[in-house]
């Protein structure tokens, strides 16, 4: 009996392990009206903004750029669009990312529009640590129909690697009220901020942009 007993759990375990594995991989993304609508040409918007740091719009805006380029596409100039909404009365996110695809198309030209929300920017602060952390979402969207093309989110932090320090405990209150200074005092969300930017937005990751027609890898994936 208990030999039966093993051989029916030797036979079971391997199943329960790949459902285990399967059901922890994530769902391919569906990137047919991607394909289709073949994007040359991006319009970043200036970012939405959840977060309670008043910076957190300007420091990823200003980093964008440079992963989107890196991935194959033309990226409208981010202070040029900034200042063709401002000319135009328009200084919120919000009420930017409200208008109609296809205006944003007759004015800027661009084939697709990036919608990026931020959720998280700037330090928090525990008993023993203080963790700059920045958490983004992204949309494409087709500006001349309106579809969306793609979605994705990403995060960094300034402790990633993990506290690995000594001292016992009143070293560790030290070390993170030290660090909670340092965060609040010095803009450490900026260089965290552009991490996560490139998790984003860099082509080739799993479920991420794909590669754009000016890279080498354009039509690979």
Request: with cysteine; proline share 5%; hydrophobic share 45%.
């Amino acid at each position: 009996m208990i030999k039966r007993f093993l051989k029916l759990a030797a036979c079971v375990a391997p199943m329960l392990l790949a459902v285990g594995c399967a059901s922890n991989k994530p769902a391919a993304y569906d990137y047919t009206a991607f394909k289709a609508a073949k994007p040359r040409s991006i319009l970043v918007l200036p970012p939405l903004n959840n977060s309670p740091e008043v910076n957190a719009g300007n420091s990823v805006y200003a980093q964008v750029t440079y992963p989107l380029a890196e991935a194959g596409y033309y990226v409208l100039p981010v202070g040029l669009v900034g200042e063709t909404f401002k000319q135009n009365g328009m200084t919120v996110a919000q009420d930017i990312h409200t208008l109609p695809p296809a205006k944003l198309q007759e004015i800027f030209g661009a084939d697709a529009g990036l919608y990026i929300t931020i959720s998280k920017y700037g330090a928090t602060y525990t008993v023993l640590d203080s963790v700059v952390v920045v958490s983004v979402q992204a949309k494409l969207v087709d500006l001349k129909t309106g579809t969306v093309l793609w979605t994705g989110a990403a995060s960094a932090s300034n402790n990633e690697g993990g506290n690995n320090g000594g001292g016992g405990l009143i070293g560790a209150l030290v070390a993170a009220a030290v660090k909670q200074v340092i965060n609040s005092t010095t803009d450490q969300s900026h260089p965290v901020a552009g991490v996560a930017s490139v998790r984003l937005l860099s082509a080739g990751m799993n479920n991420g942009l794909l590669y754009g027609p000016r890279s080498a890898q354009y039509a690979t994936q």
